[in-house]
């Protein structure tokens, strides 16, 4: 009888070490997609490496319009979005995901912030966030103050994309 119990305490043990052990894998999911890239008249396949709920990347920047896009690849389904650009002046953020599902998005001159009302998700893949139209241009741009949330407002782990050249 004693033994039967050790063994049955031991196996219980064994099986919450494998389940934290998995949900280390989870959180962690490594996740790559293939993102092809157009710089004027050429295409460039770029693999995007990603370690993190959601891994935004800046591209795209369009001098004639003023627009660039935010693209973002994510393991965890969205539920907002708020980021910062310090140094241009937001005139507007249009289409992409955000619009595809429906969310709310406002913007101040360096913020943009976008949730949906009716608690819409944006599943897990990968896609054109949004299109960000600005003025007062900087010789470059950088994403800081990066806040997605998930199911319930909680705040997933997201990288900070390399910043762009707009000049």
Do not use: W
């Not at 999911?29 to 092809?36: D, G, H, K, Q, W």
């Amino acid at each position: 009888m004693r033994l039967s119990i050790i063994f049955v305490l031991v196996m219980m043990l064994a099986c919450q070490t494998q389940n934290k052990k998995l949900g280390k894998a989870e959180n962690t999911l490594e996740i790559a997609a293939e993102v092809s890239r157009t710089s004027g008249s050429e295409t460039q396949q770029e693999n995007i490496q990603c370690n993190q709920s959601v891994c935004p990347q800046l591209r795209n920047h369009n001098a004639s319009k003023q627009s660039f896009e935010i693209y973002m690849l994510n393991s965890i389904p969205v539920a907002g979005f708020q980021c910062d650009f310090p140094g241009i002046n937001i005139i507007e953020s249009d289409g992409g995901l955000l619009k595809e599902h429906g969310y709310q998005t406002s913007n101040s001159a360096a913020r943009i912030l976008s949730f949906s009302m009716q608690g819409t998700l944006i599943p897990v893949g990968e896609g054109i966030l949004t299109t960000v139209f600005y003025s007062d241009s900087v010789q470059e741009v950088c994403m800081t103050e990066i806040i997605f949330a998930g199911m319930g407002g909680e705040q997933l782990s997201n990288n900070a994309p390399e910043c762009m050249m707009l000049n």
